[in-house]
């Protein structure tokens, strides 16, 4: 080899390194957001800490992170070997989701160390972390995290609860479902556990959303509050011991736990740690961040069989059919009426809820005998309808491979997984695991029962839904106390923020204030009419329930007629306004048609929506009647132009809603 070029291989390799080299003498850097609104301050004295500024003003103070592995090695400790950073521009094509393209464009920087990584993203809208194991091989073993969030005031937060629990322990096992207490940080219960997402109304209007996302082998995270400002990530260790338990036996009771809180991989990443920041609340319900950070799915496999849609849903109506020459129940006759009404109105699935298993057997190839599948698969074929099948989460993890193996051969489209009520590290096994052999046969997957979204669903899309909201079903048992309609004015700015939701809306019996009462077989909504239509706009659910009965559906033809019409997912979404726990209004495209949706809470509420972003257009609009206040079902129906300025007045009675299909 030449003098000359040695030299050039060495100014090269100078050229390379001498920017790593200083930056890693370095012991703090600062990332910003594309825009440069969003400032992450980074520090690296043997301990990592972070914070978060949004136009200068602080809304995530120093906070500190790390990892402790079982060896001793702590993730987040030590000299830092090198920095890296770089800048992402791109769109990227959704598959069933609120938007066709979304827009991922975000600045990083990677702290390396020894045998880990930190990466760090800046968005226009949030902050994200995670740690990254760099081991070639082997596996490691989580003894605990560190998740530290420090805010500079003592801020209102909108706070989900764990239900139910004197212990964490026993904390860890819930259903993720629960009513929002608006307090102060200081506020929070030191002896419970919150679940994601959470929002903290910063200052001037600006809010903070905790959330994660590509949450894999992993547990989930909740936060826990210290009579302070802060709050400390909380995580499940790994179950030793489990037994089948619970409901119908269906679920895996832990009897005892390891002192760790996974053994996995090395050379992984772990979730991203997000912190969103939204200057306008209306945009939390507008949010990609959980979706952008989960993995992508495999660019190679076939996704196009996934197919969304609505379903005539059996359980929350409790099969509840009159004006029929058959008894209704889980029998043959009721699923064909279910599916006749799908066929009727253009609903592309029936659900068969639980029952129709034996039950307490956890055994989905026990069928009850009034109920022949392969026969009501061939009907439903003959018209156009899907089924899809309810069950258990130990019932599935029984035979995963088996379960889905033989029921897509039967011609079934997918399964509504319930009762996993933890986020442990085996129960997120078991969830990737029921994704992944779904698609291998091309089923769909509704997890009931679960934690909210957490980048999976953009993993395998054939994730259609997620439960994790204290949705209609609270109807059919809640106190009479429960405040369902401030409930619906609260979710989308932060439990939807993380991504879609089965909430099962439909209720065609409505009720004013009070007048509403704990039902099972045939339950009411809170709430007007219009209240029930809109939600079809509002919430985002690839999978949508029409929860009442089809007799109840087929005597209010002109509504049933409208939400039986609702795509599912969408080419845009725009938030049009709102304010959390008192009004929402969004609009969503699907091709040249626009469906504009709108809530309040209990105040009657007159409102001006700017829908000059949509141009020209026909509206078909569904509005609270003039006795809604005392008659919760009157509505009506009207049919105008959009204003050539797009400004639309719309009135809304106590506990009502709006919505239109504006067709260009």
């Not at 291989?9 to 930056?23: D, G, K, N, Q």
């Not at 209102?156 to 207490?181: A, C, H, I, L």
């Not at 033989?406 to 933890?422: E, L, N, T």
């Not at 099972?520 to 009442?548: H, K, V, W």
């Amino acid at each position: 080899m030449s003098y000359k070029l040695k030299y050039l291989i060495c100014a090269i390799l100078m050229a390379v390194c001498l920017p790593v080299v200083s930056s890693a003498a370095k012991k703090a850097w600062t990332l910003t957001s594309p825009d440069g609104r969003i400032s992450a301050e980074i520090k690296a004295d043997g301990k990592v800490s972070y914070s978060v500024t949004f136009d200068g003003k602080t809304v995530l103070a120093p906070s500190e992170i790390a990892m402790k592995i079982s060896d001793g090695n702590v993730f987040g400790e030590g000299k830092v070997k090198g920095v890296k950073s770089g800048e992402v521009s791109e769109t990227i094509p959704a598959v069933a989701y609120k938007k066709a393209l979304v827009d991922n464009a975000y600045k990083w920087l990677t702290l390396e160390f020894k045998d880990h990584s930190i990466e760090f993203r800046a968005y226009d809208n949030g902050v994200a972390y995670r740690f990254v194991s760099t081991a070639k091989k082997g596996s490691l073993e989580v003894k605990s995290e560190k998740a530290e969030f420090n805010f500079p005031q003592d801020w209102m937060s909108w706070v989900p609860y764990v239900r139910d629990g004197e212990t964490f322990e026993k904390q860890f096992t819930n259903s993720f479902e629960n009513y929002y207490e608006h307090i102060n940080l200081s506020a929070w219960d030191t002896k419970r556990l919150v679940f994601l997402p959470v929002v903290v109304d910063a200052f001037d209007g600006v809010k903070v959303m905790i959330t994660e996302s590509d949450l894999r082998d992993y547990p989930g995270l909740y936060l826990n509050g210290h009579g302070g400002k802060s709050l400390t990530g909380v995580n499940a260790t790994v179950p030793d011991k489990t037994e089948i338990g619970g409901h119908n036996m269906l679920q895996g009771v832990v009897k005892s736990r390891h002192d760790y809180i996974a053994k996995t991989d090395a050379g992984r990443g772990f979730p991203w740690r997000i912190v969103g920041v939204f200057e306008e609340e209306k945009n939390l319900v507008n949010s990609d961040l959980t979706w952008l950070l989960g993995a992508p799915a495999d660019k190679n496999a076939d996704w196009s069989w996934i197919k969304p849609g609505k379903v005539a849903w059996d359980w929350w109506n409790d099969w509840n059919l009159y004006g029929v020459d058959f008894e209704a129940g889980i029998n043959n006759d009721t699923y064909k009426y279910y599916i006749d009404f799908a066929s009727r109105h253009g609903i592309e699935y029936v659900i068969l809820d639980e029952g129709w298993a034996v039950n307490k057997k956890t055994d989905l190839f026990q069928i009850i005998p009034e109920i022949d599948l392969k026969e009501l698969v061939a009907y439903a074929k003959t018209k156009n309808v899907g089924l899809i099948l309810w069950a258990g989460y130990k019932a599935v993890d029984k035979d995963i491979e088996g379960v889905f193996k033989h029921y897509s051969k039967m011609g079934i489209k997918g399964f509504k997984v319930d009762f996993m009520d933890r986020d442990d590290q085996l129960v997120m096994r078991f969830y990737e695991n029921v994704a992944k052999t779904a698609a291998k046969y091309h089923m769909l997957v509704d997890f009931h029962g679960a934690f909210k979204p957490s980048g999976l669903e953009r993993t395998y899309p054939n994730i259609i839904n997620y439960e994790g909201v204290a949705g209609l079903e609270q109807m059919k048992w809640g106190a009479k106390e429960y405040d369902q309609v401030t409930y619906d004015v609260i979710i989308p700015f932060v439990r939807m923020a993380a991504g879609r939701m089965d909430y099962t809306q439909g209720a065609m019996i409505n009720c004013t204030k009070g007048k509403a009462y704990p039902n099972n077989s045939t339950p009411m909504s809170q709430g007007t009419r219009c209240r029930q239509l809109a939600e079809y706009a509002i919430f985002e659910a690839p999978l949508t329930m029409l929860c009442d009965s089809p007799s109840n559906y087929m005597a209010e033809a002109e509504c049933t007629d409208f939400i039986s019409a609702f795509p599912t997912t969408w080419d845009e979404t725009v938030p049009v306004c709102g304010k959390i726990g008192e009004y929402v209004a969004i609009a969503r495209r699907k091709g040249n048609d626009w469906y504009v949706g709108a809530l309040t809470g209990w105040d009657a509420r007159d409102l001006v929506l700017d829908l000059g972003f949509i141009g020209r257009g026909k509206m078909t609009i569904f509005q609270d009647g003039v006795n809604a206040h005392r008659a919760a079902r009157d509505y009506k129906k009207v049919s105008k132009d959009l204003p050539v300025d797009g400004k639309v007045q719309i009135h809304m009675a106590p506990g009502g809603g709006w919505v239109a299909k504006i067709s260009k």
